[in-house]
Every structure is written in structure tokens, then in C-alpha cells.
T-cell receptor, first 115, second 109 residues
């Protein structure tokens, strides 16, 4: 693995179904993030984790949950999908070094359609 | 509230120079980022400014004025491959970013 991987690449899901989007990074970054990107709205933060074992809510957390059991993995779960959750989902990670850019690195994205 | 504004779309000619502006109003400021995103791909990091002034990196430069809540990304010697969306983002706290909606740049031959 090099960088951040996401799975699946794309998915069509029936409304009401449960779905977990997977994200794994091999850069040993402390912080990880989940975004959704919708046309005209830019990237919106769903949930984040500043370090393994901790998570926080972003701008649009409703209907989503996350866990951070270890440094590498940060799955995003939709408990009961609704059509408004149709979007492209990006996972990202960053380091947390004092004085550093700590820029975010992005996975390739998951295109999710909820019907 | 938190707000980042960028033009929705710009058009420029191959070989020319283009400036993409970004204005922001955030509760805090801990750096401003520019990212490039080609259609159907993930955003990739271009530049970072935390102090006022110009940061140059090859054909790309980024400028910041904290007192004016303003930044721009300058692209020189435009190439067709520069056709992409350019995203402005502000870090207002520790690590999370607030993102603008992005500027779609169309390069014409």
C-alpha cells in the first residue's frame, strides 16, 4: 500500500441499507478525516480523528458514524442510507507535527449512490 | 460564521497567466492551503501560506494577506494539463480545514 486506499471504488445502495466505507493509510499519520463532496458545495467534513482512539464530529455528521481502533484504519458507516447521502466520499490523513504544514493527503474516493 | 469564497469558473488561454482569488472569514486562522483537483480524481496539495506574502513554487505562486482575509493562486505559462478545479482551504484550529467550493479552470488552446 502506498498512501491512502479506499474501498469500494463505487457502490449503488438501496435506501435503508447499512454500508461501511473503508479507509486505510500507511503513512502513520495521526489525524484522519472523512469528507463528502457534492457539486457546487465543495468538501464538507463529516467526522475526523486527531489520533487513534478519538473521534470528533465535523460539519455534516448526521447519519454517519466512525471508529478509530488503530492508526491505519478509519471506517465510515452509514447506519441506514438515504438518497441525500448520494455523494463522492473522500478519506484523508495528515500528520500533526508542530510547525509543519500538516497538509492533508487524500484517498481516491468512493462514489456512492443511494436509490 | 465560517465562509470561504472563490469564483465558480474561470477561463484562460494556454501559455497565459491566471490569478484565482480566495477570500475568507473564519473564527481563527492557522494557515491557508491550495489544492488542485482534476475531474474524477482526489485533491492534491499545491501550496501553503501562514505568513503574509508570496510563496513561489515553479509555475505556481500563492499569496496571502491575513489582514484582508485574502489569498490568490497565480498560475504562469498555462498548460492544458492545468485544466482542473482549484480549492482554497483555511485551517482555523488545530488540524481541520474549512473548504471553499472550488474554482473550475478551463484552459483553451
Amino acid at each position: 500500500i502506498a498512501g491512502i486506499t479506499q474501498a469500494p471504488t463505487s457502490q449503488i445502495l438501496a435506501a435503508g441499507r447499512r454500508m461501511t466505507l473503508r479507509c486505510t493509510q500507511d503513512m502513520r499519520h495521526n489525524a484522519m478525516y472523512w469528507y463528502r463532496q457534492d457539486l457546487g458545495l465543495g468538501l464538507r467534513l463529516i467526522h475526523y480523528s486527531n489520533t487513534a482512539g478519538t473521534t470528533g464530529k465535523g460539519e455534516v455528521p448526521d447519519g454517519y458514524s466512525v471508529s478509530r481502533a488503530n492508526t491505519d484504519d478509519f471506517p465510515l458507516t452509514l447506519a441506514s442510507a438515504v438518497p441525500s447521502q448520494t455523494s463522492v466520499y473522500f478519506c484523508a490523513s495528515s500528520d500533526t507535527l508542530a510547525g509543519d504544514y500538516n497538509e492533508q493527503f487524500f484517498g481516491p474516493g468512493t462514489r456512492l449512490t443511494v436509490l | 460564521g465560517q465562509n470561504i469564497d472563490q469564483p465558480t469558473e474561470m477561463t484562460a488561454t494556454e501559455g497565459a497567466i491566471v490569478q484565482i482569488n480566495c477570500t475568507y472569514q473564519t473564527s481563527g486562522f492557522n494557515g491557508l492551503f491550495w489544492y488542485q483537483q482534476h475531474a474524477g480524481e482526489a485533491p492534491t496539495f499545491l501550496s501553503y501560506n501562514v505568513l503574509d506574502g508570496l510563496e513561489e513554487k515553479g509555475r505556481f505562486s500563492s499569496f496571502l494577506s491575513r489582514s484582508k482575509g485574502y489569498s490568490y493562486l497565480l498560475l504562469k505559462e498555462l498548460q492544458m494539463k492545468d485544466s482542473a478545479s482549484y480549492l482554497c482551504a483555511v485551517r482555523d484550529g488545530d488540524y481541520q480545514l474549512i473548504w471553499g467550493a472550488g474554482t473550475k479552470l478551463i484552459i483553451k488552446p
